[in-house]
C-alpha cells in the first residue's frame, strides 16, 4: 500500500473567476496527523469541502488510497473511509452521550433503513458504544443528556459519533474552536488517543495546538500552498512569518 492515503493533484476551485484554491498539490502520509493552517480567508475550508466533495473541483484530482474520488459523493467517500466531524455533529440534545454513539454506530450497520426499529433491539450496540464513549474520555457521562455536556465535552461527543463510522481518514475542522484551555488540552489528548490507526487532517487556528499534534503542516495563503513541513520549519519560514503578519493568528 502507499505511504499516501491522499493526494491531490493541480487542486484548483474558482467562483465566478476568483480562485479560492489554485494547483493545490497535497500529500496526506498514513498514520500522520496533518494540519492546514493560513489566514483568514486562504483557502482552508474550501480545500476541506473539495475534499470531502461538498464542492466539485474546477480541476485537478483527489485521490484516496490511490483511487480517483474527483467525482464521487460525500456519502460514497464517508463509506469510503473518509469522514469529516462535522458532517454527522448532529448530536440529539436530549438523547444521553451513549444514546448519541449509539444512533451512530446504527447508521454504520449495512442495514439501509431502521428508525422504526425498537430501541430494545439496539441495545447489542451498547458495548461498542460505551467504549467509544470511554475512547474521548466521556465515561463518567454516560447517561448525561448531550445538552447538560460543557462546549468541550460536546465536542469530544461529535468526535465519538464520527469515530463511530471508524473513518481511516479523519478530517477535523477547527476542533478546539472556541474552546477554554482546559477544553482544548483535553481535545489534544483525545486526539492523540484516537489517532491510532488511522490518519488526521485537521484545520485548526490555535498554534499550541498545531505545533504539539501535527507531523506536517501545510500552510496555505491565497488559495496556495505557502510552505509545507513540520512546525520546527514551518515556524521558522520568513514567508510563513510574513503571511501572519498582522494578522490575528498572527
Ligand atoms: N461559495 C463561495 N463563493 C464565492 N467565494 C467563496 C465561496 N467560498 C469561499 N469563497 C472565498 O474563497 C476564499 C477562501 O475561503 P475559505 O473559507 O476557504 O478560507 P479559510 O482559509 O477557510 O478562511 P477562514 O480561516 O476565515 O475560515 C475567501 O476569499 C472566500 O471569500
Known sequence: MSD?????????????????????NLKVRRGSIHALIGPNGAGKTT?????????????????????????????DIARMGVVRSFQISAVFPHLTVLENVRVALQARSPKVFHFWRSIRELDHLD???????????????????????????????????????DPELMLLDEPTQGMGHEDVGRIIELIRRIRKGRTILMVEHNMSVVSGLSDTITVLQRGQILAEGPYETVSKNPAVIEAYMGTEHG
Open 127 to 165: 458495548a461498542k458504544a460505551a467504549q467509544l464513549v470511554e475512547d474521548v474520555g466521556l465515561g463518567p457521562f454516560l447517561h448525561t443528556t448531550a445538552v447538560e455536556l460543557s462546549y468541550g465535552r460536546k465536542r469530544a461527543l461529535e468526535i465519538a459519533t464520527t469515530l463511530a463510522l
Open 47 to 75: 480545500v476541506f469541502n473539495l475534499l470531502t466533495k461538498f464542492l466539485q473541483p474546477t480541476a485537478g484530482t483527489v485521490r484516496f488510497n490511490e483511487h480517483d474520488i474527483s467525482q464521487a459523493k460525500p456519502a
Open 4 to 24: 499516501l492515503v491522499l493526494e491531490t493533484k493541480g487542486l484548483t476551485k474558482e467562483f465566478r473567476g476568483f480562485v479560492a484554491v489554485k494547483d493545490v
